[in-house]
């Protein structure tokens, strides 16, 4: 990637987007200090992301991976604990200070907020994918961070779940959580606030889904002629190249 300059703000969904190999995981590494950009730095709330400790940058960042693998031997309320640092001590992973009221109403907060807690018990062995899905989310939750950050959060789920993730991620923006995610299907994209669309490892557009889903940017990035039409309050893209 070369010449990114984008800016996510709390309280606001973001989707990245763009075609195949377009820079989008590389600039969510870049958010999260997994990776060191040649040129430049990232900033987190005013200041060069590198001056944080990990420690420091885990309670401020939550990172939700494609397709993370998580224990399927262990229960749902203690895969959602294992987003708190104490839910590893608790759990026998970690030592670390013991186990305390936060923590319990962090994991049940994110439970509740997710519609994981009436299933807690179970095994996540014993899941569907989309369910599986929204108790990775409420893990990533139970963090209670300021930003959390998406690779394909949506990715292998059926219309019906991938639209309840867009829901849960919209609710926890109301409450003020800066949410950054990478999406390929862009009439979901299209129900962020704000875009960011790469192209070859660069920005060539962002903005409001107005202004960045246009057929002359999405042609420009994709190669793909679209129409674009507005249906109620939301944004559909169209792609006009029949096989």
Partial sequence: MRGVSAAFAAGQLSAVIGPNGAGKSTLLRALLGLSRPERGEVQL?????GTWSRAER?????????????????????VVALGRGAGQWRFGLLPRDPWNEADEAAVQGAL?????A???????????GGEAQRVALARALAAQPR???LDEPTNHLDLAYALEVMRYLRCEVAGGLGVVAVLHDLNLAARADHLVLLAGGQVLVSGPPETVLTPEHLQAAY???TRVV??????????????
């Fill in 45 to 49: 709330l005013g200041r060069p992301l």
């Fill in 58 to 78: 885990s309670r401020q960042l939550a990172y939700l991976a494609q397709g993370e693998a998580l224990p399927g031997d262990m229960t749902v309320r203690h």
């Fill in 112 to 116: 509740d907020r997710t519609d994981t």
């Fill in 118 to 128: 009436r299933f807690a018990g179970r095994r996540l062995a014993e899941l569907s």
């Fill in 147 to 149: 930003f959390l950050l």
């Fill in 223 to 225: 190669g793909v002629r």
């Fill in 230 to 243: 507005r249906d109620a309050d939301r944004l559909l893209v169209i792609p006009e190249d029949g096989l």
